[in-house]
């Protein structure tokens, strides 16, 4: 039964790369925007242990950063899956960092984790080198890629975490997290009980609840409120993950987490579109540039400010 159940989740999420090319190649870039491609990040050879980098055109100093991790349900997906929203972002001011990561089922949670640790590992020693100010980061993912980057950031305000995870703390202060849609906690039930066990083997081994990492695998069991960063919550009520949004809110808010919510306004025709992740997947629709448009207003609020120099699109989010 197990084989067969990992084989319709991984047939189901091969779908998606249909339905992902086909919504690609109707799209066109945002213009204006420089790429540096096929950065390795881990010098093992692995084809998903690449990044891009993207930034204005013209672009002469160094830009606040965004690192962004796609979403993909833990088993599917590229840095090429979120090119042209991480493109949008990058138009609007900032240097955007654009990973790949290893997938389940090669890779459990223990290894993903590590690879999302040395992308912010190398946002810290080498983002200078791309227009990027490592003293003005912030870190955001869609779906499964908000459950690893919220994860990656509690880990590494953790020593106890990092040693679990076998990870160093990043090179770089992370100063605000955006969750897109995240699914943030994995122990929330996102499936039928048949498939969230496939998923929790996946991750955690043959005996999920015997890994140490088990109790400790999301942003509700690791981050304190102490020293995370603000949290910025996109949702949609449109979107299936939707209560996984609202739970993430009710325990930032009894925690006493500094956090923000932004919606779509659902009194407008055509909400009705607005489901999972429509932002990171359309962002050149009118929605989703005002949702992303709070995005990058929300980062630079929380960034450090830097007087140096201004930058092409500073005054977009003032």
């Not at 991750?203 to 069991?221: K, N, T």
Request: proline share 8%; hydrophobic share 40%; net charge negative.
């Amino acid at each position: 039964m197990s084989r067969l159940v990992r084989h319709l989740v991984l047939a189901q999420w091969q779908k998606n790369a249909r339905d992902d090319a086909a919504r690609k190649a109707a799209q066109s870039p945002p213009a204006g925007v420089a790429a540096e491609r096929d950065l390795p990040y881990r010098d093992d050879g692995h084809p998903l242990h690449s990044l891009d980098v993207f930034y204005p055109e013209g672009t002469a100093g160094l830009l606040p950063v965004i690192v962004d991790i796609h979403g993909g349900g833990w088993v599917y997906g590229d840095k090429a899956l979120n090119e042209y929203f991480c493109m949008s972002l990058a138009a609007r001011g900032f240097c955007v960092v654009d990973p790949g990561y290893r997938l389940l089922p090669e890779a459990d949670l223990k290894a993903q984790l590590q690879d999302v640790m040395a992308v912010l590992e190398w946002t810290g020693q080498h983002a200078g080198e791309h227009h990027g100010d490592v003293t003005r980061v912030a870190v955001t993912g869609d779906s499964a890629g908000a459950h690893l980057a919220s994860l990656a950031v509690a880990v590494g305000l953790n020593p106890e975490l990092c040693e679990l995870y076998g990870v160093a703390p990043p090179g770089c202060p992370v100063h605000a997290v955006v969750l897109n849609h995240g699914a943030a906690d994995l122990h929330a039930r996102i499936a039928p009980r048949v498939f969230q066990r496939e998923y929790e083997q996946m991750l955690f081994g043959r005996q999920p609840a015997a890994s140490p990492l088990y109790r400790h695998s999301g942003l509700v069991e690791t981050a304190d409120p102490a020293t995370y960063p603000p949290v910025l919550v996109l949702t949609s009520p449109a979107d299936g993950l939707y209560p996984l949004s609202q739970a993430l809110v009710d325990h930032l808010h009894w925690r006493g987490f500094t956090y923000e919510v932004a919606l779509p306004n659902v009194t407008a025709p055509g909400a009705a579109r607005l489901g999972h992740v429509f932002n990171v997947l359309y962002p050149q629709w009118p929605e989703s540039m005002a949702i992303n448009d709070r995005l990058t207003a929300f980062i630079r609020r929380h960034l450090p400010v830097d007087n140096r120099v201004c930058h092409p699109g500073d005054s977009r989010d003032l």
